[in-house]
């Protein structure tokens, strides 16, 4: 864990601001479902994560989302040419939803996600899938 200061924090004020992605992380959307699913397989592993009714993201490395083509059910954001995309970001102290919050707060020791194990989370969450709902009848 570093005491070193963040290269960026989320907003203090009371509004969400729009952050442009690509310029201090890239981002990985997925459903809630998904989400929570993948969150219990990376436990303490899982940086920032935004939530905002049905879906949620996480905040991995600037330049790491051209890395995720092929796996269903993700999205990845990042900065693609002349593409310029953005993410609405909740005030710090917004910790609850179902409004866009943090369900994972940023902090010292909860930033980046690694894009190649939540790569791997996501993917193995998505494969269950058809067991789980098969079990569920």
């Given at each position: 864990?570093?005491?070193?200061?963040?290269?960026?924090?989320?907003?203090?004020?009371?509004?969400?601001?729009?952050?442009?992605?690509?310029?201090?992380?890239?981002?990985?959307?997925?459903?809630?479902?998904?989400?929570?699913?993948?969150?219990?397989?990376?436990?303490?592993?899982?940086?920032?994560?935004?939530?905002?009714?049905?879906?949620?993201?996480?905040?991995?490395?600037?330049?790491?989302?051209?890395?995720?083509?092929?796996?269903?059910?993700?999205?990845?954001?990042?900065a693609?040419?002349?593409?310029?995309?953005?993410?609405g970001?909740?005030?710090?102290?917004?910790?609850?939803?179902?409004?866009?919050?943090?369900?994972?707060?940023?902090?010292?020791?909860?930033?980046?996600?690694?894009?190649?194990?939540?790569?791997?989370?996501?993917?193995?969450?998505?494969?269950?899938?058809?067991?789980?709902?098969?079990?569920?009848?």
């Amino acid at each position: 864990m570093s005491t070193n200061a963040l290269p960026w924090t989320p907003p203090n004020g009371d509004d969400v601001e729009l952050v442009q992605v690509g310029l201090y992380w890239d981002a990985v959307r997925t459903s809630a479902d998904i989400g929570e699913r993948a969150l219990k397989l990376l436990a303490d592993a899982s940086g920032a994560v935004i939530a905002d009714y049905g879906l949620m993201y996480w905040l991995i490395p600037a330049r790491h989302a051209q890395d995720w083509r092929g796996v269903q059910q993700v999205q990845a954001l990042g900065a693609r040419g002349a593409e310029v995309t953005y993410v609405g970001v909740p005030p710090a102290g917004w910790t609850d939803g179902p409004r866009l919050h943090w369900r994972i707060p940023v902090g010292p020791d909860r930033y980046l996600t690694d894009a190649a194990r939540l790569r791997a989370a996501l993917v193995r969450v998505i494969a269950a899938e058809p067991a789980e709902e098969a079990t569920a009848r």
